[in-house]
């Protein structure tokens, strides 16, 4: 009819351009927080009970799992189009949703390099390439830096890190690569790249004692270090570290998580520690 207006044909959803996912749960710490960095918060739905960075996802979304646990339940009511999780210790988990309905994407990061590709992956998975890009180059710069500094030490610092206790487990590879680049050497630099913790466990405490450590940095994955226990130990009254004092703790929640608190706040710790020992023993 004449003068009618007529309705442009709605294109089909195939055709409209990608969003990216909308209802996000992340399942461990460093999605989260990465997704916070990037602006993008209003797309998490549910988060880790674990999570602490950044400290105001606590009080803004659910909380709907552990580490190796979750309220499948809780996470199905959420109706997320991607849930987000990390390495073969979610992998029940994962298979669960999947069995579900779930889009799931699970990331398995073990090394500084693999971090840089996760966050990466991430922020274009949101649209955010170009954001995630210029964040990741300012770490990447700020790690070549501190990498710059260490390379000017007089000496640098022999370091156990301890990422459990009983039994002893060592660093994992991108610990063990943030020490290096902070300007110390890990004394288990062969059993850094072992991915699982059982395979990084030092039965016998007499090997640790042996390659005597001038620093021990303790990070007991949510458990406090108490670095009276680890001076009182049986045979370790002559280790450098518990003779001179050099017993720190760097929390878990800054690199333990393979994201962006280890590439930030975590080496820099280190860094502050190997630098203070310097000032003293180099």
């Known amino acids: 009819m004449t003068g009618q207006a007529t309705l442009a044909p709605l294109a089909p959803a195939w055709a409209q351009a990608p969003a990216g996912p909308q209802r996000i749960v992340c399942l461990t710490e460093e999605t989260t927080e990465w997704l916070y960095l990037l602006g993008q918060e209003h797309r998490i739905v549910g988060i880790s009970g674990y999570t602490v960075r950044p400290a105001r996802a606590r009080q803004e979304k659910p909380r709907v799992s552990a580490f190796t646990s979750a309220k499948l339940d809780k996470i199905l009511a959420l109706e997320p189009d991607c849930v987000l999780g990390f390495s073969d210790m979610q992998a029940d988990i994962a298979s669960s949703l999947v069995r579900a309905g779930v889009q799931v994407t699970i990331f398995n990061q073990r090394s500084v390099a693999g971090i840089v590709d996760m966050l990466f992956q991430l922020a274009a998975m949101v649209g955010q390439a170009d954001t995630g890009r210029g964040l990741i180059q300012k770490m990447q710069q700020d790690l070549l830096d501190i990498q710059g500094l260490a390379a000017n030490l007089p000496r640098r610092p022999r370091v156990f890190f301890e990422e459990w206790d009983e039994p002893h487990i060592s660093a994992i590879q991108w610990v063990s690569e943030l020490i290096g680049i902070a300007g110390g050497d890990d004394i288990f630099p062969e059993l850094a790249t072992q991915s699982l913790g059982k395979h990084r466990i030092i039965a016998d405490g007499d090997e640790i004692v042996s390659r005597n450590p001038d620093i021990i940095i303790g ?28 017993l720190f703790e760097v929390k878990s929640c800054d690199i333990l998580q393979p994201g962006p608190a280890a590439l930030t706040d975590g080496v820099a710790q280190l860094h502050r520690i190997f630098m203070d020992w310097n000032r003293v023993y180099g």
């Not at 458990?223 to 003779?243: D, Q, S």
């Open 219 to 246: 990070s007991w994955c949510g458990k406090k270090f108490r670095p009276e226990n680890v001076a009182a130990r049986v045979g370790w009254a002559e280790v450098a570290a518990v003779k001179t004092g050099q």
